[in-house]
């Protein structure tokens, strides 16, 4: 799988948008981009994927950009309970039996009153 | 839904004992379970890949007689820490892939346990 590659930290002010960049500048063209994020001492919470699309849920909207080497997670309005680490992950989605989630160092998103 | 468990969500153990901990889907069938640890401040770390009715597969440097895993069922996989030592405590993760992508080509997704944190004295 591709490496991704996400700053270490970011602060954000509660109500804010949160903006979390990650480079692939390796993705192939069937990979997917995947965020998830960990609050501490939970399991990661799948957030979002997507392909070369765009895509918005409840939770935040992803921006992938033409060429795919990079994206940015956004979060429209930060809250508190969104401070966790973020993780930015490329995939083959359509892949059986061997695991294909790869968690690297994330960012340490923390969001200010 | 896709809800994964984990049991116990905590545990505290002597030194030398050994320590079992259940991951459980819910509401779906798992076919491959994973199990994960994590160290404090650092990421998820892969440990085995746990498939129904077969033997786990291992992580190169992660014990296989010190990590037993059983899949002995679609819904419940266990992971047993034997003789643990105060450098095994860590936070566990376990995940369960379920089959989506009816209406298209079909494709696997991991959701993810609570993680059960664990400390050996």
């Known amino acids: 799988d591709a490496k991704t590659t996400q700053p270490p930290s970011m602060d954000c002010a509660e109500g804010r948008a949160a903006n979390l960049p990650c480079n692939h500048s390796t993705i192939s063209g069937n990979e997917y981009v995947y965020w998830y994020r960990q609050i501490h001492s939970q399991g990661p919470q799948y957030i979002i994927h997507g392909l070369k699309n765009n895509e918005t849920n409840e939770m935040a909207s992803l921006i992938i950009t033409e060429d795919r080497k990079s994206s940015t997670l956004i979060l429209p309005h930060a809250t508190l309970r969104d401070t966790a680490v973020y993780y930015c992950i490329v995939r083959l989605r359509y892949q059986t039996g061997a695991n294909n989630l790869f968690f690297g160092t994330g960012t340490r998103l923390t969001v200010i009153p | 839904g896709a809800v994964v468990s984990q049991h116990p969500s905590w545990v505290i153990c002597k030194s030398g004992t050994s320590v079992k901990i259940e991951c459980r889907s819910l509401?779906?069938?798992?076919?491959?379970m994973f199990w994960y640890r994590q160290f404090p401040k650092q990421s998820l770390m892969l440990m085995a890949t746990s498939n129904e009715g077969s033997k786990a597969t291992y992580e190169q440097g992660v014990e296989k007689d010190k990590f037993l895993i059983n899949h002995a069922s679609l819904t419940l996989s266990t992971l047993t820490v034997t003789s643990a030592h105060p450098e095994d405590s860590s936070f566990y993760i376990c995940?369960?892939?379920?089959?989506?992508?009816?209406?298209?080509?079909?494709?696997?997704?991991?959701?993810f346990g609570p993680g059960t944190r664990l400390t050996v004295l």
């Open positions: 995940s369960a892939t379920k089959q989506l992508g009816r209406a298209g080509p079909s494709y696997n997704e991991q959701f």
């Open positions: 509401d779906f069938q798992a076919t491959t």
